[in-house]
């Protein structure tokens, strides 16, 4: 590839959804003349004037001059082909998440793009390798992970491909310090950083449903620990609904006993704040989460229904489960350097997900706690629960050495 452009002058967003908006947002904020694609001209439009009531809000509370709005109203241009993109310094692609449509849309922009260009996918989980392998310039592709919404969400996840270039790494942290965002590079592998542990956090939770909590209790007990919100509040905020339309579009995942209580909230409708009511209720117009005997009454039958005996389950035992999945998943992603340190994940953590600021972050909470106490507490859960808590092999290793997650540097201690 010829050289990167730096710092980027031009970038292009294909998808003007809800992240694709933020995005463009994000960009024309720092500065950057942004061209904007989608296949129905209709949502570009509806995009900027979503842009347009964010400057203006923004304008009214005094954080923007109205030149500075204007200004970055003017940097955004609605394109209505791929050719109209060539000349771009970064595309980023802001589809939904589907291997196939996001490999067709590479495609077209190898096919279009300068050779100097990067092409980025916004990707929250999919193989980036996958995706750069059908276009000649493998080494001019990397994941950007933005959070949603993205012109507010500091995190942005870049994640390099077996071949992304150096250059194409540290043109794209110059973008994200440019745009204000917390920049962490993480390596490919399913879920990358923050939502890799994510889904053993959130497995946890929903298998505490089944054997005898409820939504409230897990929620308020992992909010009292200092999160910004626990599970189902979470899921209540983003839409229980987007998973479960993946599970039925990828044709997989809808028999898991851990994701029927969400299976049968979908069913009725139930998708989160969005319809009025999720895990919780919602009165009109409000945000506040109100808690729904009806929801226990349907957890109480799914857990019966898949033949658990419920039992008493108290704070203690929700904390010790939730963030224990977060460690140990943290600690084999440490080992197969997909994060460079214990650093970057707390920084995921704090930015991204909601973990108390006031803790530090999972693994430094975790080296607080003692990496031999974390093993000996994951140990009882394998005993208690089975294999998939057996402690990750780096915690077994710095035990034995009495080190702690902070000394781990790029998968070597």
Request: proline letters at 4%; hydrophobic letters at 50%.
């Given at each position: 590839?010829?050289?990167?452009?730096?710092?980027?002058?031009?970038?292009?967003?294909?998808?003007?959804?809800?992240?694709?908006?933020?995005?463009?947002?994000?960009?024309?904020?720092?500065?950057?003349?942004?061209?904007?694609?989608?296949?129905?001209?209709?949502?570009?439009?509806?995009?900027?004037?979503?842009?347009?009531?964010?400057?203006?809000?923004?304008?009214a509370k005094g954080r923007i001059a109205s030149l500075e709005a204007a200004a970055r109203r003017a940097r955004i241009e609605a394109v209505d082909s791929y050719a109209a993109l060539a000349d771009a310094d970064l595309v980023i692609e802001a589809v939904y998440e589907n291997l196939e449509l996001k490999q067709?849309?590479?495609?077209?922009?190898?096919?279009?793009?300068?050779?100097?260009?990067?092409?980025?996918?916004?990707?929250?989980?999919l193989d980036i390798d996958a995706i750069a392998a059908v276009t000649s310039r493998p080494e001019a592709v990397l994941g950007l992970h933005f959070f949603s919404p993205a012109h507010i969400m500091k995190l942005l996840e870049i994640v390099r491909g077996a071949e992304t270039a150096p250059a194409v790494l540290q043109a794209t942290q110059e973008l994200g310090a440019r745009m204000g965002k917390v920049a962490v590079v993480a390596g490919n592998c399913h879920g990358f950083i923050g939502n890799r542990m994510l889904h053993n956090y959130v497995r946890e939770a929903r298998m505490l449903l089944l054997e005898g909590a409820w939504p409230h209790q897990v929620d308020a007990a992992l909010q009292g620990f200092g999160f910004a919100m626990g599970p189902f509040r979470m899921y209540d905020v983003v839409g229980i609904d987007l998973e479960w339309r993946a599970r039925e579009l990828a044709g997989q995942g809808q028999d898991d006993p851990a994701v029927q209580v969400d299976n049968r909230l979908c069913e009725q409708g139930r998708f989160g704040q969005k319809s009025g009511k999720?895990?919780?209720?919602?009165?009109?117009?409000s945000r506040q989460a109100e808690h729904d005997p009806q929801v226990d009454a349907l957890v109480q039958a799914e857990s019966e229904r898949l033949g658990f005996s419920r039992r008493d389950i108290g704070n203690e035992e929700i904390l010790e489960r939730c963030l224990l999945a977060l460690v140990n998943e943290g600690a084999k992603i440490l080992e197969e350097n997909i994060a460079a340190n214990s650093h970057d994940i707390d920084l995921v953590y704090l930015n991204g997900y909601g973990f108390p600021i006031e803790r530090g972050g999972p693994m430094s909470w975790a080296d607080g706690e003692g990496v031999g106490a974390i093993g000996q507490r994951l140990r009882h859960l394998a005993e208690r629960f089975g294999s998939h808590w057996q402690p990750a092999p780096l915690i077994e290793r710095l035990a034995s050495e009495n080190k702690h997650f902070s000394d781990v540097q790029e998968g070597r201690v």
């Open positions: 590839m010829t050289q990167v452009v730096s710092p980027l002058r031009c970038a292009a967003v294909i998808g003007a959804g809800t992240m694709g908006r933020g995005i463009v947002i994000s960009l024309a904020n720092a500065g950057l003349r942004v061209l904007w694609l989608d296949n129905n001209p209709q949502m570009v439009e509806q995009g900027l004037a979503m842009a347009e009531e964010t400057w203006a809000h923004n304008v067709r849309i590479f495609r077209e922009l190898d096919a279009v793009m300068t050779p100097g260009a990067i092409l980025a996918s916004n990707t929250s989980a999720g895990y919780y209720l919602y009165a009109p117009g």
